[in-house]
Every structure is written in C-alpha cells, then in structure tokens.
C-alpha cells in the first residue's frame, strides 16, 4: 500500500545540511520529514542513562520495543521512550559520536529498519541520514547524496550547536565529525555511501535555496 506514497532520500556526511534541507523541502512539500539520525541518537541517549538495558538481546529489544516516532504538527517526528519525550536530549556531538559507535551494530540496524519503513504516510516522505537510499527505501522516487568540506561542516555545527545554547570547541566538533565519517563509510553493515542511482551534490559553496531549487526541479523531473 505505501508503495504508490513517494519517498525523496537524503543521504551523506555529518552536518552536509541533509536536515535543513529536508525541513525546507518538507514545507514546500508539505511531506514528512524523517530525520533517521534521531533512532541513533535515541539508543546512544538511553545507553548512557541506562547501560544495563543493552546487556542481553532480549533487553534489547525491549528498549527498542519503547521507542515510538510520535508525528509532529511540524510534520518531522518526535522521539519518545517510554512514552516520555526525549527529542532534546539528543543533539550534542558526543550523542552523535556514541550514535555513531553503537550504529555498527547489525541487531539495532535491523530492528529500527521497520520503524523508520512505518514512517512512509501520505501525502510524502523525505527521509535522510547514512542508508535511506541503499537500504531503508531502496525504492524511493528520488535519491539525493550530500557531501561538503570538512571545514564547511564543521563550522555550520559549531553555528548550530552556539544557536542551541552550548559552548562548542571549534577543534574538538571537527575532530568529531572526521572520526565520525570515519565509523559510518567504514562500517561492514548499512556502511555511508551514495545509491548508484542518487544525484550528488557538494553543499559546500551553493546556499541552501539553491539546493533546494535543485531538488525540486530533480523531483519534477523524476515524474511524480
Ligand atoms: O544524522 P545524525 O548526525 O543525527 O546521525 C548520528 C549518527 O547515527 C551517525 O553518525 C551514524 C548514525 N546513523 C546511521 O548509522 N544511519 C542513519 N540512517 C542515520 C544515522
């Protein structure tokens, strides 16, 4: 049934602008919007809290089993566990590092994959991350692939994490963006690459209407 709902990927690098392309496309759209680095996060998030709950299988699957997206008016998806809202408590860079770490493993790759698939609503979904446009939605209508300077990124979420109110380390974020591509192209499952079929684009120099201009003509022209 949710094949005919069409499904934009948004794949690439730490902090290549996926998420704020994808909000923008969303409210063009007027799509969901799933950012899948959020499950991650999620799992790094409830492992510090909660290190005893990643000790079997079992225990495993039951912390996974309360984890829920909850839609949002914003029509993004709010992360809850256990029924309580944990959505901002998940984007400093340590989250994204330990999230990083702990995406390496196949048993929590696999039991998210169903979450992120029960996303797909009408009228659309844009979906990003590391393997929405290899694994998640192998079928998607369009498949995008960001990539960016190093520098470029690192400085985008130093501006991003001063915004949120934290006192960042310029050399400490780079740093931690590097290690984490590192972990995410080299990984053995659902490892960060480009869709054979996904249209690369380096966000380094274009400002973000001009990305956006680009997808949205690469979606009209997709057919949909
Ligand atoms: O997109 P993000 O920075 O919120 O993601 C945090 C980490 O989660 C990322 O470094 C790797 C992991 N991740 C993943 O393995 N697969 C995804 N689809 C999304 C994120």
């Known amino acids: 049934m949710t094949d005919n709902i069409p499904v934009i990927t948004i794949d690439g690098l730490a902090s290549s602008g996926k ?6 496309l969303s409210k063009r759209l007027k799509y969901f919007v799933l950012d899948s680095g959020i499950l991650y996060r999620a799992i790094a998030y409830i492992k510090i809290n909660e290190p005893n709950s990643f000790s079997s299988k079992s225990l495993l699957n039951e912390v996974i089993n309360n984890i829920y997206l909850k839609p949002s008016e914003n029509l993004d ?6 029924d309580k809202d944990i959505s901002n408590n ?6 994204g590092l330990a999230a990083s770490e702990i995406s390496k493993n196949e048993d929590i790759r696999n039991l998210l994959l169903p979450i992120q698939q029960g996303c797909v609503s009408m009228p659309g979904l844009i979906a990003n991350g590391r393997d929405m446009g290899t694994k998640v939605f192998p079928n998607a209508q369009l498949k995008v692939y960001f990539t960016a ?4 990124r690192a ?6 994490l001063l915004k949120s109110g934290s006192k960042p380390s310029f050399k400490n974020i780079r740093k931690s963006l590097v290690d984490r591509d590192e972990k995410d192209i080299n990984r053995e499952i659902s490892p960060l690459k480009a869709a054979k079929e ?3 684009i380096d966000s380094s120099k274009l400002n973000i209407e001009s990305i956006l201009d680009k997808i949205l003509e690469l979606y009209k022209i997709s057919g949909v």
């Open 149 to 152: 300077d190093i520098d470029v």
């Open 90 to 95: 998940l984007y400093e860079e340590e989250i």
């Open 77 to 82: 998806f709010l992360v809850t566990y256990k």
């Open 198 to 200: 996904a249209v690369i």
């Open 19 to 24: 998420s704020s392309v994808s909000k923008l």
């Open 155 to 160: 400085e985008r979420r130093y501006e991003q």
